[in-house]
Structures are given as structure tokens and as C-alpha cells.
């Protein structure tokens, strides 16, 4: 199982052996190792707290390893700190990029270089030529005076390559970098990444989204509860053996879905909901224990409507009506009050309380005034909901007492889905439920929310990904440039018909 991806493969740039690092009891990597050579991508794939991120903080010096070597161009580095990687040519994207949003691009891509080479920001001016340089090369287009702050997600992240480049990267990790991006963004996206490859720099690709992986890929490391289970050069793996790698087991990804009773009438009435420059008359029904999914590109308006449908945004004209009752416009209480739940799209910034115990944000949104009809729940029932959650979302934490910034990213998606399952909603709407969850987590999430649909929860489910869409939804809606401009039910649901009406 030898990986050189050619006879003449250059030797490594950077080595990983034998790695162990352990949080508190907690094994996060035991005995890893991972070869990187130039101008090759190496996707490093496993579920959800399997150690990816761990590895990735170990090599560029965030955190130390209990055991185990890293190499560089053949030599051990003693003691790798942020300063030795960043020395060594290491380089990790982030998913929040970590750039200043009030600085302009230009300002962005070189000061981390000014400031290693001691200069002070007025002089990175004359640094600018670099930056420059970088993006033509590249051949980008991003506009170097503009500010950060106003750029899309896919547009920061070109500044934060950029970044990496100037300051010579030779080995670029890529944590998660797709999941905020259009398809059009991920394309341009991986055309940047084989100009990097021609550049001789050696990538790391994390990612949940296999095909994706697959496709940009010339190696792959898969591990699973920390520890290496395979490893080999991309040809010797596809989406189902990959999968099979992480979970250690086949993923049932077929469609299934919940019925509902035909004589039911509607839980939840949306009609003619219009807010300008967002969405216009937006009308659609839905039953109890019905599942309905509502697609469209990123920017279309279905997060909106989402956000309509909670009271976090305001719409102009329209009407909420769930079980009967009229929901206020724009008022989040009152959209919980009549039974609404809400898995929103960013989890770590409005979801959750990191530095609390799982257990805590499990029940934040059913303790207070917000809980219908609940307002003594006693703590056995607490404790109760609490523990019935974390084993149901399988949340992988050595307890509930754990804070949630211990979690890791799909583990951190859990606790907010169980948080408002807590809640016990007559409607959940979710953005992106499963952005950032493992394939096997995936379909497990889904079941959880068959479950509920069975009990006669009402499921309104925002995504772009649509065999996600397609194994779960009676019904899916399609949003385009704030209209709803098809609707598939049942039969005609398939997954290139819905992709066909998103991008026409
Ligand atoms: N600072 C920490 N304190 C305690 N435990 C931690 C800490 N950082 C990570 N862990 C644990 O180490 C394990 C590996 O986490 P890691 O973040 O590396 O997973 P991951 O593979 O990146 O997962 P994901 O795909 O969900 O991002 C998890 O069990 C996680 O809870
Ligand atoms: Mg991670």
C-alpha cells in the first residue's frame, strides 16, 4: 500500500510518525503518521472527532504531541511551535480564515509576512507589490483595495491562500474549505488548488464532502477513533469504500420517508410571505410528520425564509400560521411560543454556549419563558431529556459535563440539534443540518429527524445538498433569486431533475 503517486516522486516535505496525543482520558490520535510531498494533494478524510483537526493543530505547532516525530525535509524538529511551522513553510486555512475584516485585501495578504519580518503595517504598504504578485499569478480576480469585511466567504478565502502564499507556503492544510461555497466557488476553488500543486506545494484536504475529495485528490489518509485504518493513492478508493474506511461499516443512504396521513390538514400555513430584496410571495403548507426540503443556490433567499419563518427576520407583508394560530411577524418569541424550533446555518456563532457543559445547551432553549407550558420541568426530567439526547445524537464526549468547545466541529452540530429537539417543536426548521457532519453521522441525523416526523413533528429542511434532500423529503421546494420556482413531490423527486431547476 505504498503511496508515491510516481516514479519519480520528490521525497517528503513534511512527516508525521507514530503520533499520540491524548485531552484529559481522551485518545485523540494514537500512533498517526502522514507523509506529505510536494505538489501532491493529500485528503485526509475520517468521521466526526476522529483526530483531523487535532493532527493539523499538532504539525503547525498549536498543540503539542504527547509522542511521536515530525520531519521536515528529512530532519526531526525537535519542539514544533507556531513559529518553527510557520518557518518550515506550514500553513492552515481555517474555516473563519482569520483575517481582519477591516483591512483591505492587500493589507490582509501581507501583513503576517510584515509582521515575521518585524516591519510596521505603514511599511507593509511597500509590501503591496507582492500581494500583487500573488494574485496575478494565480490569476485572480479579487480587488486588492477592497475592504475584507465586504467580501463573500469564497473571496476571503482566496485572501487567506493568498496570505498563506506570500509568506512561501509549502504545505497548505485545508480545514473544511468548502462548506460555505457555491458550486462555482468550489470549482475555482480546486482550479487554484492543481496552480498550487504546479507550484510544487503539498496540500492537505479535509473535507465531508467525498465526491469532492475524490475528485481533488491524489492520496488519501483515512482515520477513524484516532487511530490510521487506511491509506493509499486515490485510485484505490470510491465514495462507498471510503465510507466503509470511516465508519467501519456499509451507510444505508436510500430514500426513505415518513408518510403522512392524507387527511390531515395543514400544521403550518405560510402565505404570500414577500420581503424585498430577500424573498416575494413565498406560500406553501405543511403537515404534521411531513418532511420538506427547500433547495436553492447559496444567495436564492431559502435562508431567509428561514429566518422569516423564526421571527430572526421581519418580512414585509405575508402571513405565519402554525396549528391555527398567527405567529407576529419578526418576533423570535413568539415563532417559539407556537411551537417553532430552529437548527440555524452557523452554528458556533448563534448556536451554542462554548464554554458551557453539554448539558447545558442541550436544555437552554426549554428552560425560562421560552418553554411552552413547561415552566417547572424537574430536574429528573432534565437529566432525563439530557442523557436520552446525548446517547440518541451519539455525541462523542467523555460526558455531558465536557464544554462544548472540547467538541469537535460535527460533535458541536449535534448538541445544537439536540438542543432544540429538547424543546419538543411542532416544526423544526433546519439550516444545514448536516453542513460539517460525516457521511455515517449523516444518515443517522436523518433518521433521528424520521423519527420525529413518525411522532408528527412537522420538518422544514433548508440544504444545497440534494441526495441529502432526496432521502428524507415527501416534498421539496426550489428557491431562486427569492421565488419559489418548483416544487417535486414523492416520485419526482430525483437528484439530477432538482439540480437541473436549481441551476437553470
Ligand atoms: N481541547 C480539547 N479538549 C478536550 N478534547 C478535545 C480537545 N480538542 C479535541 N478534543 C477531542 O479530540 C477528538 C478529536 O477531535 P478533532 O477536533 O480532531 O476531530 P475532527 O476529526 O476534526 O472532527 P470533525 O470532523 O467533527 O471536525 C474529539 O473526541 C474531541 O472531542
Ligand atoms: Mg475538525
Redesign the pocket.
Same mark, same amino acid.
Given at each position: 500500500m505504498t503511496a508515491d503517486p510516481a516514479p519519480a516522486a520528490a521525497p517528503p516535505v513534511l512527516e508525521v510518525r507514530g503520533v499520540r496525543k491524548t485531552? %484529559?482520558g !481522551?485518545v *485523540?490520535?494514537d500512533d498517526v503518521g502522514i507523509t506529505l510531498r510536494p505538489g501532491v494533494v493529500h485528503c485526509l478524510a +475520517?468521521? #466526526? +472527532?476522529? %483526530? @483531523?483537526?487535532?493532527?493539523i @493543530?499538532i504539525v503547525s505547532g498549536v498543540e503539542p504531541a504527547d509522542t511521536g516525530e515530525i520531519l521536515i525535509d528529512g530532519e526531526p524538529v525537535s519542539r514544533m511551535t507556531p513559529t518553527a511551522a510557520l518557518r518550515a513553510g506550514i500553513q492552515v486555512i481555517y474555516q473563519d480564515f482569520s483575517l481582519f475584516p477591516n483591512l483591505t485585501v492587500a493589507e490582509n495578504i501581507v501583513l503576517p509576512a510584515a509582521i515575521a519580518a518585524r516591519s510596521k503595517l505603514y511599511r507593509a504598504k511597500r509590501l503591496r507589490p507582492a500581494a500583487e504578485r500573488i494574485v496575478q499569478e494565480l490569476g485572480l480576480s479579487l480587488d486588492l483595495d477592497e475592504e475584507v469585511g465586504k467580501l463573500s466567504v469564497a473571496d476571503r478565502q482566496l485572501t487567506a491562500i493568498c496570505r498563506a502564499l506570500v509568506q512561501e507556503a509549502r504545505v497548505i492544510f485545508m =480545514?473544511?474549505p468548502t462548506t460555505a461555497l457555491t458550486h462555482s466557488e468550489v470549482e475555482r476553488l480546486f482550479e487554484l488548488v492543481r496552480r498550487l500543486q504546479g507550484r510544487g506545494v503539498a496540500l492537505v484536504f !479535509?473535507s465531508?464532502k467525498l465526491e469532492e475529495v475524490l475528485s481533488v485528490s491524489q492520496e488519501v489518509t483515512v /482515520?477513524r477513533s484516532?487511530r490510521l485504518v487506511a491509506h493509499g493513492p486515490v485510485e484505490e478508493f470510491d465514495v462507498r469504500s471510503l465510507t466503509e474506511a470511516m465508519t467501519g461499516r456499509e451507510v444505508d443512504d436510500s430514500r426513505i420517508v415518513v408518510e403522512v396521513d392524507p387527511g390531515a390538514g395543514p400544521l403550518l400555513r405560510v402565505e404570500s410571505l414577500t420581503l424585498p430584496g430577500a424573498f416575494t410571495d413565498v406560500s406553501f403548507d405543511l403537515r404534521a410528520g411531513e418532511v420538506l426540503g427547500l433547495t436553492g443556490l447559496l444567495g436564492s433567499g431559502r435562508g431567509e425564509i428561514a429566518e422569516a419563518l423564526f421571527g430572526v427576520l421581519k418580512p414585509e407583508s405575508g402571513t405565519v400560521e402554525l396549528g391555527g394560530v398567527r405567529v407576529r411577524p419578526g418576533s423570535i418569541r413568539s415563532s417559539i411560543a407556537a411551537g417553532f424550533g430552529y437548527v440555524p446555518e452557523d452554528r458556533l456563532t448563534q448556536g451554542l454556549f462554548l464554554d458551557k457543559p453539554i448539558s447545558d445547551n442541550i436544555i437552554a432553549s426549554s428552560l425560562g419563558e421560552h418553554a411552552r407550558g413547561r415552566l417547572f420541568l424537574s430536574p429528573r426530567r432534565t437529566a432525563e431529556t439530557i442523557s436520552r439526547l446525548f446517547d440518541r445524537l451519539r455525541i @462523542? *464526549?467523555p460526558s455531558v459535563a *465536557?464544554p462544548v468547545?472540547? /467538541?469537535? %466541529? %460535527? #460533535?458541536a452540530q449535534r448538541v445544537v440539534l439536540a438542543k432544540w429537539l429538547a424543546t419538543e417543536p411542532r416544526v423544526l426548521i433546519l439550516n444545514g443540518p448536516t453542513v460539517? !457532519? =460525516?457521511v455515517g453521522s449523516k444518515e443517522e441525523i436523518l433518521q433521528i429527524l424520521r423519527e420525529a416526523a413518525t411522532a408528527g413533528m412537522g420538518v422544514v429542511m433548508i440544504s444545497d445538498d440534494v441526495p441529502e434532500l432526496v432521502s428524507i423529503c415527501r416534498r421539496v421546494l426550489i428557491v431562486r433569486r427569492g421565488e419559489i420556482v418548483g416544487e417535486f413531490t414523492d416520485d419526482r423527486i430525483e437528484t439530477h431533475r432538482i439540480q437541473e431547476v436549481i441551476a437553470a
Open positions: 485531552f %484529559g !481522551v *485523540a490520535l +475520517g468521521e #466526526n +472527532g476522529c %483526530g @483531523k483537526s487535532t493532527l @493543530k =480545514d473544511e !479535509v465531508h /482515520l484516532g @462523542k *464526549a *465536557a468547545r472540547s /467538541l469537535s %466541529g %460535527g #460533535n460539517g !457532519v =460525516d
